[in-house]
C-alpha cells in the first residue's frame, strides 16, 4: 500500500511541476463570478501541494 501511494505522489508531482493540474471549470467561472459580484472568497486546503495547485489555476 505504501508503494502504490508513495508512486501516486512521484506522478502527481511530476504532472504538477511538468504541465499543471488542470482546474475544474465549474469551480474557475464560479469563483470567477464570486469575485465579480464582490463576495470574499477563501481557498482552504490540507494538500502540501496547495501552492502550486492554486497558482496553476490561474487568475
Known amino acids: 500500500m505504501q508503494a502504490v ?3 501516486k505522489e512521484q506522478l ?5 511541476r511538468s504541465g499543471g493540474i ?6 474557475v467561472r ?3 463570478a464570486l469575485g465579480a ?7 482552504v486546503s490540507t494538500s ?3 501552492p ?3 497558482a496553476g ?3
Open 57 to 59: 489555476a490561474g487568475p
Open 37 to 43: 459580484a464582490g463576495v470574499p472568497c477563501a481557498a
Open 5 to 7: 501511494a508513495a508512486r
Open 22 to 27: 488542470a482546474a475544474w471549470p465549474g469551480t
Open 48 to 50: 502540501r501541494h496547495a
Open 12 to 16: 502527481f508531482t511530476q504532472q504538477l
Open 52 to 54: 502550486e495547485l492554486l
Open 30 to 32: 464560479v469563483l470567477h
